[in-house]
């Protein structure tokens, strides 16, 4: 399944055109993106790249077919985009290919044909958790190992070799108990959620819903999805300050999000963050939100951590010298932050 190295990194191709889509966020009205693939990862820049002193030991490049999100899906899946490209490169003994999209049937279908291709292993960021156990049954009945990262799915734990993903259920949970700690009279919240079904907007929704359940003075005001999309969540918290509802808890899934929703706000004059009317929560720590709430302009951020490639390469390092992996399930170390206690120190260290 291995090729020899090349005398020359092949320059980039892709092999379906990519539609803009946790930085970046795609026009409203723009359609999800089609499957893209990178028939090799670029060369990445000097002072994000770790380059091992010699290619893989065998004189072989490691073959990687790479499924993710699309990079402009967010500030979160650019920073995650670009870790991986640093990592999985032929400087560092690998011939990796990327496919992207927000689909989980496009996702798919790509990890069919990466399959088909014979690549040594497969690693997999899922747009939704269901679907996966065919295509993984395949990978293992050809030898391919599969590592998750990112994200879970719905699969029995023998058809992956490893995991390294964030507790997107820890995430949601530390987020409603530092708004539960707000003592609020009563809240009303307008909750802009992610892509459906995503591991993501699962963990964020539930605890969430939750709370809303167990406790009368919780209140959802409106509950929709936008998508990942600034401009969506925008439209939303539009149409509810244009109906006249009474809100005052913004709990948006991800940071590009609650920049749209904070846009609305904006434009109706209506005062955000702390010891103002409507209190702002996001999710990811881009390094522009983290400045928003040590402006007090926002209230909270959760953290997701985008830098995984480290851990899978250590993984492939094992599996590669006979060894099994020392934990199945990686969680990687997040927190969430607080607009009354962040710090200059804490934007740079965490801000993505």
């Known amino acids: 399944m291995k090729k020899k190295i090349l005398g020359a990194l092949l320059s980039v191709s892709l092999v379906a055109s990519m ?39 065998s004189g072989e490049l490691i073959k990687v077919g790479i499924i993710n ?7 979160y899946r650019t920073a995650n985009d670009k870790d991986l490209k640093a990592t999985f490169c032929e400087a560092n003994g690998y ?6 999209s927000l ?61 390294i993903v964030s507790d997107m259920n820890k995430e949601g949970d530390t987020a409603v108990s530092w708004l539960a700690s707000q003592n609020l009279d009563e809240y009303n919240v307008i909750h802009i959620q992610g892509v459906m079904g995503s591991a993501a907007q699962q963990g964020r929704s539930g ?5 809303v359940e167990a406790e009368a003075n919780w209140n959802i005001v409106t509950q ?5 999309n600034a401009e969506k969540a925008e439209q939303i918290v539009t149409s509810v300050i244009n109906a006249g509802d009474k809100f005052n808890v913004i709990y948006a ?23 103002k009317d409507v209190i702002v929560m996001g999710f ?34 094992d599996l590669e010298a006979g060894k099994t992996p020392a934990e199945k399930t990686v969680i990687m170390d997040e927190k969430g932050f607080d607009a009354a206690t962040i710090t200059q120190e804490d934007v740079n260290n965490y801000g993505i």
């Open 207 to 211: 605890a969430l819903d939750k709370k």
């Open 95 to 100: 011939d990796a290919s990327f496919a992207y």
């Open 103 to 163: 689909k989980n049937d496009e996702q798919i279908a790509a990890a069919q044909k990466f399959v088909q291709d014979g690549v040594d292993y497969l690693l997999l960021s899922a747009a939704d958790t269901a679907g996966w156990d065919s295509v993984l049954k395949d990978a293992q009945a050809e030898g391919i190992k599969v590592i998750l990262f990112d994200r879970t799915i719905d699969a029995d734990p023998s058809l992956y070799e490893a995991s």
């Open 253 to 275: 899934e991800n940071d590009d999000m609650a920049k749209g929703a904070v846009a609305a706000l904006d434009k109706a004059n209506i005062s955000h963050g702390v010891g």
């Open 284 to 317: 990811d720590c881009n390094k522009w939100a983290l400045e928003e709430l040590l402006a007090q302009n926002w209230n909270y951020d959760g953290q997701c951590n985008p830098f995984q490639s480290s851990y899978i390469d250590a993984i492939i390092k």
């Open 19 to 57: 539609l803009v889509g946790c930085g970046g966020s795609a026009p409203a009205n723009d359609p999800a993106p089609a499957a893209q693939t990178e028939e090799k990862a670029e060369e990445p820049a000097a002072e994000t790249a770790e380059v091992a002193e010699e290619p893989a030991a």
């Open 69 to 75: 999100n699309d990079p402009n899906e967010s500030g």
């Open 224 to 228: 929709q999805t936008a998508e990942w």
